[in-house]
């Protein structure tokens, strides 16, 4: 019974009693591992990857350290505040860490964990250095340039949510918005958070949202975890796709201090998704309390208006003691305005008319002269043109040949022996026949003259 063993007995077929090992209860058995785990193993040194680090308002630090080889094997840790106040600096997601402390059974779950007495720094961790290199390669290619970062919409009418359907994040989300702004409309796009296909349903509910456009913003949540935990929102891809959403996007993943690569390429991190719900939803009551203030300062400014018209108004009363007095002086001005104004219209239309009279003239005279220049250049041309009149050269004796198109035959090396052709007169034509052709030698050329 000390050692929480209990003998049973039972019986064969024969009716014979038979008695069969004793059965452990669940907190000696874990006791009597425990001791066996604290003999065997004693202080051991540990080294692999921080993943799921926490510290508790108590001060005590949670955490899990994964295989650095990649096994997928995970150890749950523990280090108490005593322990935890030596160290210089809390170590970060992914870290590659060297632990020593002694192995136990946490009995209220029964699992084995390594409460840590000492830690050291031995590394970043492969998949936190993947992460460092990825991060380094995406601010290069421009991903995570501010000048691409957009404002987002101060008072969005629909808000769209990128998160899983069934996680507390929508919950938060929703209530959040709820509270805040219930006027606005909030359309959830489904997807995976974690695993090796949830980069891949990220980027498709991000695109689903583009291609509908029925939202204003976009928030990208899920709640928080290791570094392994929110590896999906480090894809590569999809980085890119949240960089170029034609929609602006929100980053809400994690907790204060997880940072993933979407957060860098998204319009605004937020650092949790409540707090991404926040930022985008202005509360309806501060809002409408902004308005009420307005409208009284509003009111104020119009009723100081009125008044000051008023004061204005008996103020011009006050000065218009007679109004019969008033208008005759008007009057007077009036007539006398009228008067200045129809001897200026008479004396200007008289100017006009002179002006008028003298350009006319003016324009006659040179009207006249332009007729006489044009005719007697007319005249002088008409001479030319008779002076270059065939029919003139033809008057004096001459003739021209023509051949049988009626084209004027200029040289005689054209013609051939029995050819027809015309010749015209002045007075008439007549039809001839060639019937021999001489051609006059051509004069010879001078002597050519050289230098002396």
Not at 79 to 93: D, K
Not at 269 to 274: E, K, S, V
Not at 321 to 339: I, K, M, V
Request: charged share 25%.
């Amino acid at each position: 019974m000390g050692c929480g063993r209990h003998a049973v007995s039972t019986w064969d077929d024969s009716g014979a009693t038979v008695a069969r090992p004793a059965a452990w209860t669940v907190a000696a058995l874990l006791l009597a591992v425990a001791d066996a785990l604290s003999a065997r193993f004693g202080s051991v040194t540990v080294r692999g990857e921080v993943s799921g680090f926490t510290r508790a308002t108590s001060g005590h630090c949670y955490f899990s350290l994964k295989d650095g080889e990649g096994h997928g094997a995970s150890l749950r840790c523990v280090m108490f505040r005593r322990q935890a106040g030596l160290l210089q600096s809390l170590p970060r997601e992914g870290q590659q860490v060297e632990v020593r402390g002694r192995l136990s059974l946490y009995e209220p779950r029964g699992e084995l964990q390594l409460v840590v007495e000492s830690l050291q720094s031995v590394g970043a961790g492969r998949l936190y250095e993947e992460f460092l290199r990825l991060k380094a390669r995406l601010e290069q290619a421009g991903w995570f340039d501010p000048a691409r970062k957009r404002p987002l919409p101060p008072h969005p009418r629909v808000i769209g949510v990128i998160t899983s359907a069934s996680g507390a994040v929508w919950h938060d989300v929703v209530t959040t918005l709820r509270r805040r702004a219930p006027h606005v409309r909030v359309i959830l796009y489904p997807s995976l958070v974690q695993g090796g296909e949830a980069p891949a349903a990220l980027r498709a509910a991000l695109a689903l949202a583009n291609a509908r456009a029925e939202v204003e913003v976009i928030l990208l949540c899920r709640g928080g975890g290791s570094l392994e935990d929110l590896w999906a929102f480090n894809d590569e891809q999809l980085v890119m796709a949240v960089a170029q959403s034609p929609i602006p996007v929100v980053s809400g993943v994690g907790h204060e201090t997880d940072i993933t690569l979407t957060d860098w390429a998204a319009d605004l991190r937020a650092p949790t998704p409540t707090a991404a719900a926040e930022l985008v939803s202005p509360a309806r009551d501060e809002l409408l309390q902004m308005l009420e203030v307005r409208a009284q300062s509003m009111m104020r400014r119009v009723h100081q208006r009125l008044d000051e018209a008023a004061q204005r108004l008996d103020l011009a009363g006050l000065r218009l003691r007679d109004p019969r007095r008033a208008l005759q002086s008007q009057g007077d001005r009036l007539r006398l305005a009228q008067q200045r104004l129809s001897g200026a219209l008479q004396g200007e239309s008289q100017r006009l008319a002179r002006q008028f009279a003298d350009r006319r003239q003016r324009w006659q005279h040179l009207v006249e002269r332009t007729l006489r220049e044009a005719s007697h250049e007319l005249g002088l041309q008409e001479a030319r043109l008779k002076l270059v009149d065939p029919r003139g050269v033809l008057s004096r004796g001459y003739a021209w040949i023509e051949g049988a198109e009626g084209r004027p035959i200029v040289s005689a090396a054209s013609l051939a022996v029995g050819e027809g052709v015309r010749a015209v007169w002045a007075d008439g034509t007549a039809q001839a026949c060639i019937t021999a052709v001489e051609l006059q030698p051509a004069p010879p050329l001078p002597p050519r003259r050289t230098r002396g």
